[in-house]
Structure formats: C-alpha cells, structure tokens
C-alpha cells in the first residue's frame, strides 16, 4: 500500500509547506514501512526511531514558528562509515563496534542544519570494501524487489531502505561505484559527486584519493536537492573545493536539445553485458536522441586496465588508513594474551573480515620497498592516462552516457566465493571515480525476472549541474524511476 513513505522529497516538502502533512506524521509513515518491511530486508543496523520522532517534532515547530530550511522534516537514512554524534557509527566492521563518534561529519552537519530527520545507519560492506553488502559484518541487506537478490554494495542499506520506502532519502559513499551500483540493484538514482565537491571530513576512510559521499534518492530533482544542501567547501578537508554551490534544481528543466551525448563503445564491446542491460541501454540511447541529443560514439581506451588500477590504488591506501584500528583507541579491543603486538593481532584478527584482511594484505604488499614501483607507481600512471581519457572525450562532447553495471542484481551467495569476479561488477563505475568525476545512475527499465537497470551519465569536473539535466530530462521522458517494490 502507498503511503506518505512512498513519496518523494520534493513532493513531501510541498505537502509540509502547504500544512497538509506534519513532519512527524510523515516520519511515522517511514517508521511503519520499517516496521513491515525490515525484517524482510534489513537495511539499517541502527534505527533511532525516538530520536527521528523528536526531530520531527521539532522541525513541525520551527516551520510552525516561520523557519525555512531545505529539508525541514525530511526523514533520511545514513550509512554507517559517516560519522554521527552520539549514535554508534561501525563501517558495517566488528572492529567498530560500540564506537560512537564525539562529532558529526561535515555531511552530517549540513543535513541538520537543513533541518533533515536523520533516521539511522544503514547496514553496508565493512568498511565500504564490496558489492553486494554481503562483506558486513552484521549480516545481509536483501534487495527489496527480490529478496533472494543483493541490493548491491556497498551502500546497500541505503539504497534499498529508499528504494522500499523506509527513508525518504540516503547518503551513501562511493569509492569506486558503492552510491551508482546499489542505486541501479535497487532501481532508483545514485549520484557521485566530483571529487572533492561535498566534505569527507567525518567520513571514516576507505581510500582518501577516491571517497567521495553521495545522496541516494528516488528522482534526479531529490538528488539535486540534497546535492546543493551537502556541497561546499570545508576548512577541516583541505581536498574540498572551494567552487561556489549552485542551487542544483533550478534549471533542471532546460532540456537536452543539440546536447553531445558520447557514448564510450569501450563500454559496450565484450564486457559481460546482460541481454537485458544492453537492450535498456539501446532503448535510452534512441530516447536521448529524440529528445534533440546528438549522439557521439567515442573511444575510453584504457577502460580495460580501470579495475586493476583501481585495486593497487585503493588496497594501497586502505592498508594505511585501517590502520588506526588497532584496539587502542577505537572500538573494541581483544587482548586475551599478554603484549601489545598480541593485542593488535587478536584485536585485528578478530576484529576485521576476510574481505577487509585480503585488502590490507594486497596493499601492503604493493606499497613495500621492490613492489612499489611496479604496481602503486605504475597503477597512478595508469590512473592519469584514464583521466586523460575523459578529458579527450569532454573535448568532443558535453556529457557521456553507458550502463551502470554489466548485470541486473546477482543472487545472494553468487559471487561471494569468488572476489574476483565480484570485482568485475565495478567495470563501468569505476573508470569515472578514478578520474574524480561526476556520475550518477538513473533507473532505465527491468530484466525479464523484474529487477531494475541503470543508466550510467558522466560529465566533466565540477559540471554536476550539466550532470542533473541530463539525467533529469531523460527521467521526465521515462518514469522509470516511478515503480516501486512491494512489499506489504
Ligand atoms: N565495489 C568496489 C569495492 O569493493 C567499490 C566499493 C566502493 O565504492 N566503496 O571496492
């Protein structure tokens, strides 16, 4: 049944503005999906269901009392790597577990100052390190249009708690596809944001170089909207670019008429492609072109070598930043013998999974003296020639447009034996996030067995406005994005 969880942002915050729903009515509304669906698909690993009450409440009497903030009374999830005052913040790791941070993550502060309800944290790969949220130490996430399905990963939790109704809105993390991947399993939009375009400060890091937070949301216009309510510089992450903030939803509605659309052909030719993911592909493809776009076929040659660079960079530089886990100072800490070597040991041992050990073990490794040259140098040059690639083809066109994932959502259990061909799902999304540039998926249609498809935009640095257009006059020309899963 479709309740006021199913609605939309921008339409829930007319329907406030207008008096005709509360804040806490509509929180509620949210809080009884999660009661009748969560058990089913366990999104979050942390629901502050009286806190997001009285938040509520609160924002019904500051809109009562005149105030106008961009998300007063909007109930929205978090994933668990982003730091929240006061509420435990795990990455999905046991090594975390009882850590609550003192301090709210850049984001996190301009939710609340914006008057979001923040609901809780949302289940995810440990540490952000996976596909399919399988990796978390708290159990699975199930994709709510199927639940035999992953949701994707890593920001599975959020993606499917907004997918089903059981937030109206989410933050994610991508790396190298965790906000654009679960966004298209779960069939609803994921935007990535330039690199350096929203604050990681409070982010728990996974790979600096790469982390950038995203909002996850059921149309391009929420999207925009939290986009402009989470950018902007930050004086505590000197990578935060100091570009002015536009107010992303105005002009969304400009049209993509004599837009350059570049399709890559490296994203097409022999990379895995589902029937379904290639047919929804083509049919987008002839939409755009209707709606005025001319379509460029172009080239992104060094896409084949993007997962390897891909797993030097981010192994290398998640080997140093997992380091501070340690038992010391975050979290818990197993010392069940005697030294400080053996705490560290039985603490990480026990602490940390599989995933999150194999990637310590590989970074490490490409970092040592005899190794580092060959493979951490080589894959930074192999990341400059990608970049370099774009740059090329931004020259040709304006934005570039593919699929998100060469498949619709994999089963639970599918590929979780097998790292390397759950490696293989961030082909096309990690290409993108090596080159720091704006991305975000777009719903485009369903496999035969029902399961959602997504649709990959790209755009040049900083150009998230040009970004949004795209993506929003395509979504008005194919409401995709209007189905929903249901599950009661
Ligand atoms: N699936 C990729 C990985 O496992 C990307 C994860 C992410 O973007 N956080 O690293």
Redesign the pocket.
């Known amino acids: 049944m479709s309740t006021l969880a199913d609605l939309t942002i921008h339409e829930a915050l007319d329907l406030l503005d207008s008096r005709e729903i509360s804040a806490f009515e509509l929180t509620q509304a949210v809080l009884s999906r999660v009661a009748a669906t969560e058990d089913r698909v366990h999104a979050y690993l942390n629901l502050d269901a009286e806190g997001a009450l009285a938040q509520a409440a609160k924002a019904d009497k500051e809109r009562l009392s005149g105030l106008q903030a961009a998300l007063l009374g909007i109930p929205i999830a978090v994933k668990d790597n982003i730091s929240t005052q006061g509420i435990e913040t795990t990455c999905g790791s046991k090594i975390l577990k009882g850590y609550i941070p003192p301090f709210d993550a850049t984001a996190i502060k301009h939710l609340k100052d914006a008057g979001a309800v923040i609901l809780g944290k949302t289940n995810q790969?440990e540490f952000?390190?996976?596909?399919s949220t399988e990796n978390s130490g708290y159990g699975v996430t199930h994709n709510p249009w199927n639940l035999d399905r992953v949701p994707g990963?890593?920001s599975g939790g959020s993606a499917a708690a907004v997918s089903v109704g059981e937030a109206l809105g989410a933050l994610g993390?991508?790396?190298?596809?965790?906000v654009r991947?679960p966004a298209a399993f779960c069939g609803i939009v994921g935007l990535r944001p330039s690199y350096g375009r929203i604050s990681r400060y409070g982010l728990i890091a996974?790979a600096s170089s790469l982390d950038q937070i995203g909002p996850l949301t059921r149309d391009v216009e929420d999207a925009a909207l939290l986009l402009s309510v989470l950018a902007g510089a930050d004086p505590r992450d000197s990578t935060c670019r100091p570009n002015p903030v536009p107010t992303y939803t105005e002009g969304l509605d400009t049209g993509i008429k004599g837009l350059r659309i570049g399709i890559p052909t490296d994203y097409l030719a022999g990379q895995g492609i589902q029937p379904a993911v290639a047919k929804a592909l083509k049919e987008a493809l002839a939409c755009l072109e209707e709606a005025g776009a001319e379509l460029v076929e172009l080239r992104l040659p060094h896409t084949q070598y993007g997962i390897a660079t891909y797993y030097l960079i981010?192994t290398a530089e998640a080997s140093t930043n997992l380091a501070r886990f340690d038992g010391v100072r975050y979290g818990i800490r197993i010392a069940e013998e005697g030294t400080l070597e053996q705490m560290y040991a039985q603490t990480r041992g026990q602490g940390l999974g599989e995933e999150v050990k194999r990637r310590i073990m590989l970074g490490t490794y490409t970092l040592s003296a005899g190794y580092y040259d060959a493979y951490y140098i080589k894959a930074q040059k192999v990341r400059t020639l990608i970049k370099q690639d774009f740059d090329q083809a931004f020259e040709q066109v304006d934005i570039l447009v593919g699929p998100t994932t060469p498949t619709t959502a994999f089963k639970l259990g599918e590929h979780i034996t097998d790292p390397l061909q759950?490696?293989l799902?961030?082909i096309f999304t990690i290409p993108p996030?090596l080159a720091g540039i704006p991305c975000m998926s777009v719903p485009c249609g369903f496999d035969a067995e029902g399961l959602p498809v997504g649709l990959q935009f790209m755009a040049p640095p900083m150009e998230e406005a040009q970004l949004l257009k795209a993506a929003y006059a395509y979504e008005k020309m194919t409401r995709w994005n209007k189905r929903r899963p249901v599950l009661c």
């Open positions: 790969d952000a390190m996976g596909s990963g890593s993390t991508d790396t190298g596809g965790s991947q996974f981010a759950m490696y799902e961030d996030a």
